[in-house]
């Protein structure tokens, strides 16, 4: 595949993506085609010349609120879906390696025998060297989301952008699986998804990234080829969360 690397926007990226979007058509679990279409598609960012770590939800094995809501202990359900994350980092290190594509898992919450503990100087030095990062884990720490470690770990490592993976094509004013009117936003601004309770990160996540300036991709996965877009045209395909004025898509 023959790539232009004047093309891209960003040098070093994170990419966030639900453990949902790995389900395919499934209604929980990993499945296999659908971790393989990602793999693929995060080799061809990869072939780019662009740096890019991943951070994976759990939520297609275990939800750590909806442990909570059922009645169990909100820090033992977070652990659970640490642990969950971990599940899916490992899966989607085999379908990359597969493709090889060389690949380190960091954990924050230590397991010698699987992957390495997460330490920011050595996250950075094996992006430096091409290999894709994927952090699992989370912060290793109950009550946050893989959302607000999305976040942080892209600032840690001098991401210029976060892509958000999700299964729409950008933020909309309303579901549009719901409402047929609901307008999609071309860019956003941090404050005005704050303001509106917008459902692109957690507010905590949303105002990490406004302290620090860094932009938001968010775009659909389920499209193939996306996330290659999301390096080279990120203006022009869903929403780009930033320190921009909002404007509504064509």
């Known amino acids: 595949m023959s790539i232009d690397v004047q093309q891209v926007a960003y040098k070093r990226v994170l990419l966030k993506i639900s453990g949902e979007a790995l389900m395919g058509d499934g209604k929980y679990g990993i499945h296999p085609p659908t971790l393989t279409r990602v793999a693929s598609e995060i080799q061809a960012v990869v072939e780019a010349k662009t740096e890019i770590a991943v951070v994976i939800g759990g939520g297609n094995i275990f939800r750590g609120v909806a442990g909570a809501t059922g009645g169990m202990d909100r820090s033992s359900a977070d652990y659970m879906g640490m642990l969950a994350t971990c599940i899916n980092a490992m899966a989607l290190q085999d379908a990359l ?10 954990s924050a919450i230590k397991m010698e025998q699987i992957c390495e503990p997460y330490i920011r100087r050595r996250a950075v ?7 894709v990062v994927i952090f699992a884990a989370g912060t290793g720490n109950p009550y946050f989301t893989t959302d607000t470690a999305a976040s942080l770990r892209a600032m840690e490592i001098g991401a210029e952008a976060i892509l ?8 909309y004013n309303a579901d549009p699986k719901v409402d047929a009117g609901a307008k999609r936003y071309r860019t956003l601004a941090y ?6 309770g917008l459902a692109v990160m957690d507010s905590t996540a949303i105002s990490l990234c406004m302290e620090n300036k860094l932009p938001i991709v968010v775009f659909d996965i389920t499209v193939m080829g996306n996330i ?4 080279t045209s990120p203006g022009e395909m869903g929403t780009l969360v930033g320190p921009v004025a909002t404007a509504w898509a064509d």
Do not use: N, Q, S, Y
């Open 191 to 196: 404050m005005d998804v704050l303001k509106a």
């Open 97 to 106: 390696e597969k493709l090889g594509v060389h690949t380190r898992v960091l």
């Open 125 to 131: 030095r094996h992006l430096e060297k091409g290999r």
């Open 228 to 231: 290659f877009k999301a390096i």
């Open 164 to 171: 958000k993976a999700t299964k729409v094509d950008g933020v």
